[in-house]
């Protein structure tokens, strides 16, 4: 059983920075893609940012120059370093993994999602 587990949320003031972090256990299948979602109280989850195995990244315009993602994919671990944080960053972040669970087949693996919130 694929297990993501999220750590790093927390409260802090707008301007400051968080590190999240993301751990796939379970797993000895490939990993393709590994992105990062927000979902803000009473909104739809978005696309913050990913990362794709040759180290292509791509960012949601709220957040470009601010956002950085990282991972290693085959450790399975998947990072996001927020600077520059403002009060509409709150929200619950989530990590999904895409892994290859046979050969030609591909599943997503949501984490259990973690809170951050910037006070102003």
């Known amino acids: 059983q694929v297990q993501l587990v999220e750590s790093g949320g927390g409260l802090v003031q707008a301007g400051g920075s968080l590190r999240l972090s993301c751990a796939a256990s379970?797993?000895?299948?490939?990993?393709?893609?590994m992105t990062w979602y927000r979902q803000p109280l009473g909104k739809q989850r978005d696309i913050v940012a990913a990362?794709?195995?040759?180290?292509?990244?791509n960012y949601a315009d709220s957040v470009k120059g601010r956002f950085t993602i990282s991972g290693d994919f085959a450790e399975k671990t998947l990072y996001l370093q927020m600077n520059s944080l403002k009060p509409e960053d709150t929200a619950v972040y989530y990590c999904?993994?895409?892994?290859?669970?046979?050969?030609?087949?591909?599943?997503?693996?949501w984490g259990q999602g973690i809170q951050v919130t910037v006070s102003s």
């Open positions: 999904k993994l895409e892994i290859y669970t046979s050969p030609h087949r591909r599943d997503d693996y």
């Open positions: 379970g797993s000895t299948g490939r990993v393709n893609y």
């Open positions: 990362l794709a195995p040759y180290g292509t990244t």
